[in-house]
């Protein structure tokens, strides 16, 4: 055997061998699947008590769970309750793995979002000094959630694109202009910022997810990709909306319950689940249930079994 044959032959070995260990190395498993406690539980120790049940390394933070469905955003919280948030979840064993935050989800000031009803002319100008008030305080808020990233010694924080209007597009570059602001003040405190399609927000499919990224060379400024939130908008969700993403920015995946039960919108996520592996995704699954009512917690567990099913299918 010439020197060619043998490199050629050692190398097709070493890639053929390579490929297992990477795929073990890149698939997906227990230790990458997340949960968002108020979707999960009605209190803080329901959703520690849940995260145990599953043997979940990680959870999400939203708002602090409440049977009263009482908002009170993780994010927002100071002093003596954020050290008390912290320490029942790093005394329980539990990492955070990202804070679902509101940032951007309102109007943006000087645009009128599509709405299905008339709004009355007092209602209108209440909202136009709420949403003003809203976008002046941006920058504190996000510097808020950063100091709450930091103590739950998480790295990743969500923000959405503004109410929509009736041509989102148009406002991409405008608010490309706004969310780079924040990303330099995230990268400096080593956060990286999340952009989630939602229908209601100007981003709100997985193409426009991917048009809007195209504007956003920032480094640390991904993806938390929302499956179903396109579809009121006339999605597929996959593969036609995946394979519109740019892969490599996809850092988290929100997983709803619908998709993964017994309902219209089941999406097939044995085929999303493949894809993701063959794509490198390195980032975790989230479950957001979204099934309200008295099925909200039966509904998660049943969605987090079926999730950890899929995943041990995997092979």
Not at 34 to 52: G, L, P, R
Not at 124 to 134: G, S
Not at 254 to 275: M, Q
């Given at each position: 055997m010439n020197r060619r044959d043998f490199l050629a032959t050692?190398?097709?070995?070493?890639?053929?061998?390579?490929?297992p260990i990477f795929a073990a190395t890149n698939r997906i498993d227990r230790s990458r699947v997340?949960?968002?406690?108020?979707?999960?539980?009605?209190?803080?120790?329901?959703?520690?008590?849940?995260?145990?049940k599953f043997d979940l390394q990680w959870l999400s933070l939203r708002d602090i769970p409440s049977a009263e469905r009482v908002k009170t955003p993780y994010y927002s919280l100071e002093g003596d309750e954020l050290k008390k948030a912290v320490r029942a979840f790093k005394d329980a064993g539990i990492r955070i793995s990202f804070l679902d935050t509101p940032f951007l989800k309102f109007g943006l000031p000087g645009t009128e979002a599509v709405r299905k009803t008339p709004e009355q002319p007092d209602?209108?100008?209440?909202?136009?000094?709420?949403?003003?008030?809203?976008?002046?305080?941006?920058?504190?808020d996000l510097r808020k959630?950063?100091?709450?990233?930091?103590?739950?010694?998480?790295?990743?924080?969500?923000?959405?694109?503004?109410?929509?209007?009736?041509?989102?597009?148009?406002?991409?570059?405008?608010i490309a202009e706004i969310v780079a602001e924040m990303a330099?003040?995230?990268?400096?405190e080593g956060i990286s910022l999340l952009i989630e399609n939602e229908y209601s927000q100007n981003v709100g499919t997985s193409l426009e997810t991917a048009k809007f990224m195209k504007l956003m060379p920032q480094k640390n400024v991904g993806i938390n990709w929302d499956s179903l939130n396109g579809v009121n908008l006339g999605e597929k969700p996959y593969p036609d909306g995946y394979e519109t993403?740019?892969?490599?920015?996809?850092?988290?995946?929100?997983?709803?319950?619908?998709?993964?039960?017994?309902?219209?919108?089941?999406?097939?996520?044995?085929?999303?689940?493949?894809?993701?592996?063959?794509?490198?995704f390195t980032g975790r699954l989230e479950l957001e249930t979204h099934i309200s009512g008295d099925q909200q917690i039966p509904s998660s567990h049943a969605s987090m079994a079926e999730i950890l099913r899929l995943l041990g299918t995997q092979g």
């Open positions: 050692s190398l097709g070995a070493t890639a053929a061998g390579a490929l997340s949960a968002i406690t108020d979707e999960v539980a009605h209190s803080e120790e329901e959703s520690i008590a849940f995260a145990k209602a209108r100008e209440k909202r136009i000094a709420r949403e003003k008030m809203q976008f002046d305080a941006r920058l504190d959630g950063i100091r709450a990233a930091h103590a739950f010694d998480c790295t990743q924080v969500r923000f959405f694109a503004f109410n929509r209007v009736a041509e989102p597009e148009s406002l991409f570059p405008r330099d003040i995230a990268q400096k993403l740019p892969k490599e920015r996809i850092h988290n995946i929100h997983v709803k319950g619908k998709s993964l039960l017994d309902y219209p919108e089941h999406l097939d996520w044995t085929a999303i689940l493949r894809s993701l592996d063959r794509d490198g």
